[in-house]
């Protein structure tokens, strides 16, 4: 049986901040990573969305997916 959690992008970017991926806060990260993406290519709003999000996956471990399959780490 498969478990399945319904929720839009921004609950898994409300559980962010709970992810601490090494000494920085995963929702920190986000964000660092979307605005220096926005610094340098600030005409693909569609890859500073990229950035943003591209960690949300981690936040499946809230609900008891093993983390190595919710990261590449």
């Not at 964000?31 to 220096?36: G, I, N, S, V, Y």
């Not at 981690?58 to 399959?69: D, H, I, Y």
């Amino acid at each position: 049986m498969t478990n399945r959690v319904h929720a839009c992008e921004s609950s898994g970017i409300d559980y962010m901040p709970r992810v601490v991926q090494v000494d920085t806060p995963n929702a920190v990260h986000a964000f660092q990573t979307a605005e220096r993406i926005r610094q340098a290519h600030p005409d693909k709003d569609w890859f500073q969305l990229t950035g943003l999000i591209h960690d949300i996956g981690k936040v499946l471990a809230f609900w008891g997916e093993p983390q190595v399959t919710t990261a590449a780490q």
